[in-house]
């Protein structure tokens, strides 16, 4: 658990420069289902300014969006985004707008899926405001907010929904169901490059064959999964 020590290490760094720092989705996911984290995740009400004027070897390349990358001593990278709220998509892709917040509270409605909605603080207590913990006890897949009028702002979440569908055997909440399928030809108005990515992410050897091809009974996704490396 050395990146979870590492976590608590950067945290009080923070905490020392008046701010909070949290462990966010993927990633508390991952420890929760007690798998090797790769990716470290993290969020806080500090902003790309005020981190940089504490922290060193950081990435700013992003930092007009809100988003850092670090390297801590030891050579463990972390992505650093500011909470934020988001305002409507007009591209069906990215939000016209971000507005940095102070809360998570306000963070976790832009998230897509209850299961990468959950936080941890420093002491490694988890923030769950919509029931992301019971979903992922209960293999359910679930949008946070209405799928069809979230599935609009980004199709790409709907090759999102299958990729953890598949990677961590989640049945597909009803509702989620219905939009995919509904909204699925919207897949048109991607980028075959912005698919293949998503899908590069699913490891063959955590797929479940069987619920592969239930899923290829209601979706045609086998042209799809013919992109995975």
């Known amino acids: 658990m050395d990146r979870i020590k590492a976590f608590i ?9 008046g701010y909070h720092l949290y462990l966010v989705g993927g990633t508390v996911r991952d420890y929760l289902l007690n798998r090797p984290l790769d ?10 300014f005020n981190i940089i004027s504490f922290l060193e070897n950081v990435d700013t390349t992003f930092a007009r969006l809100g988003s850092l990358k670090y390297k801590d001593p030891n050579g463990i990278k972390f992505d650093i985004t500011t909470l934020r709220k988001e305002s409507a998509y007009l591209d069906s892709r ?6 940095f917040v102070k809360d998570i509270k306000e963070d976790y409605l832009r998230r897509d899926f ?11 207590k988890v923030i769950d405001y919509v029931n992301g913990i019971n979903d992922l ?53 991607l980028t075959p490059a912005k698919i293949k990515s998503e899908l590069n992410k699913i490891k063959e050897e955590e797929i479940d064959k069987e619920y592969q091809e239930e899923l290829l009974k209601h979706f045609d996704i086998a042209p799809l999964l013919t992109m995975i490396k």
């Open 9 to 17: 290490e950067l945290a009080s760094i923070f905490k020392k420069n």
């Open 39 to 48: 990716d470290m995740d993290a969020t806080s009400e500090a902003t790309p």
């Open 94 to 99: 990215h939000p016209s707008q971000i507005t």
């Open 114 to 124: 209850t299961i990468n909605a959950l936080y941890m603080d420093d002491s490694l």
């Open 137 to 189: 006890k209960n293999h359910t897949l679930r949008m946070i907010g209405d799928p069809f009028i979230r599935l609009k702002e980004d199709p790409l979440r709907i090759i999102r929904a299958i990729r953890f569908a598949l990677s961590f055997n989640l049945k597909i909440e009803d509702n989620l169901f219905k939009a995919m399928k509904e909204n699925f030809a919207l897949l048109n108005n």
